[in-house]
């Protein structure tokens, strides 16, 4: 039973920095992709960082430059380092996993609410 849990988020004002973990059980976070998504109020939810296989990492235009994504496989958990937040960057968050790398992601996690002010 694959589990992806979030954590980190919360309220920070604009310029401020959050790091987002999302720890995995049942899934290693060392293989296939994972990546982070965000859900704005009322729109459709957006990539923001992937994590391809061993350590090939890509950002949304809009994050690059202030979020890094990066993971720790002795802990089995994907982080999301966000520096010089924005108010645009008020979302849901949610960690995903995708065995095969497919662009189909198989696991979600619940979600973690960030928002700026």
């Known amino acids: 039973h694959v589990q992806l849990v979030e954590s980190g988020g919360g309220s920070v004002q604009a310029g401020g920095s959050l790091r987002l973990s999302c720890a995995a059980s049942?899934?290693?976070?060392?293989?296939?992709?994972m990546a982070w998504f965000r859900q704005k109020s009322g729109k459709e939810r957006e990539g923001v960082a992937t994590f391809v296989g061993f350590g090939t990492a890509f950002s949304a235009d809009s994050v690059k430059g202030r979020f890094t994504i990066s993971k720790d496989n002795t802990k089995n958990t994907l982080y999301l380092q966000m520096n010089s937040l924005k108010p645009e960057d008020t979302a849901m968050y949610y960690c995903a996993a995708d065995r095969f790398c497919t662009g189909g992601y198989n696991y979600w996690g619940q979600g973690t609410q960030v928002t700026v002010s």
């Open positions: 049942g899934y290693s976070v060392s293989t296939g992709c």
